[in-house]
Nanobody
């Protein structure tokens, strides 16, 4: 089993940057594909980015491509989401998730979830 804890959210002005972290418990972190999702008020949870076991491959939602970067450090059991050029429409609760599958983009394909961290982008 994997427990996930996100951190790094906050309030930032449009055009700014934030880096989210997701710390995982357990010794099998490197066995899981990792993903980031977000959920804005009144909207469904949506895919943001995903990364394979060793970090060799990544995939992004079109809405964040070229602005966000997902990475992982298996020695630290941590996955990151670097968010640059933030826009007000990026405002949401951001969740990290773990899956035995790779490069998955549907929320129901992930097995473990963190509690989320709020990101608010102001004008």
């Amino acid at each position: 089993q994997v427990q996930l804890v996100e951190s790094g959210g906050g309030l930032v002005q449009a055009g700014g940057s934030l880096r989210l972290s997701c710390a995982a418990s357990g010794r099998s972190f490197s066995s899981y594909g990792m993903g980031w999702f977000r959920q804005a008020p009144g909207k469904e949870r949506e895919f943001v980015a995903t990364i394979t076991l060793s970090g060799g491959s990544t995939y992004y939602a079109d809405s964040v491509k070229d602005r966000f970067t997902i990475s992982r450090d298996n020695a630290k059991n941590t996955v990151y989401l670097q968010m640059n050029s933030l826009k007000p429409e990026d405002t949401a609760v951001y969740y990290c998730a773990a899956s035995r599958g790779l490069l998955l983009r549907r929320a129901n394909e992930y097995d473990y979830w963190g509690q989320g961290t709020q990101v608010t982008v102001s004008l």
